[in-house]
């Protein structure tokens, strides 16, 4: 548990797939919902306890690529939330050197 991974989809659904296949594969489902889940690193791929799941709705007239972007966008603050909560501490972009007021 001393390591954790993003996956662009809410596990343990597309376990094992990567970018654009994984939001294809929830397009091509016709599920109503995607997102990203933050996940400790076991053995298996992708099978390691969660830590911290986002969710966005999936649009009718969403692609793969358009659904991409709405998980990716989430998975920044996922990661200090988990960061946070794996930590029991306060992690901001500022700290990371990051100012999200530049993009």
Same mark, same amino acid.
Request: glycine fraction near 8%.
């Given at each position: 548990?001393? @390591?954790?991974?993003?996956? *662009?989809?809410?596990? *343990?659904?597309? !376990?094992?797939?990567?970018?654009?296949?994984?939001?294809?594969?929830?397009?091509?489902?016709?599920?109503?919902?995607?997102?990203?889940?933050?996940?400790? =690193?076991? &053995? &298996?791929?992708? %099978?390691? *306890? $969660?830590? $911290?799941?986002?969710?966005?709705? =999936? #649009?009718?007239?969403?692609? !793969?690529?358009?659904?991409?972007?709405?998980?990716?966008?989430? &998975? %920044?603050?996922?990661?200090?939330?988990? $960061?946070?909560?794996? @930590?029991?501490?306060?992690?901001?972009?500022?700290?990371?050197? =990051?100012? $999200? #007021?530049? %993009?």
């Amino acid at each position: 548990g001393r @390591c954790i991974n993003v996956h *662009p989809s809410l596990l *343990p659904k597309h !376990a094992g797939g990567m970018d654009l296949e994984v939001h294809q594969a929830v397009i091509d489902a016709k599920e109503s919902e995607s997102g990203c889940t933050i996940h400790e =690193v076991t &053995e &298996e791929v992708d %099978g390691g *306890p $969660i830590v $911290i799941q986002k969710v966005v709705k =999936v #649009d009718d007239s969403d692609t !793969a690529e358009s659904l991409k972007s709405k998980v990716q966008a989430l &998975e %920044g603050v996922a990661f200090i939330e988990a $960061i946070q909560k794996k @930590c029991k501490t306060t992690v901001s972009y500022a700290d990371a050197g =990051v100012s $999200i #007021d530049a %993009g």
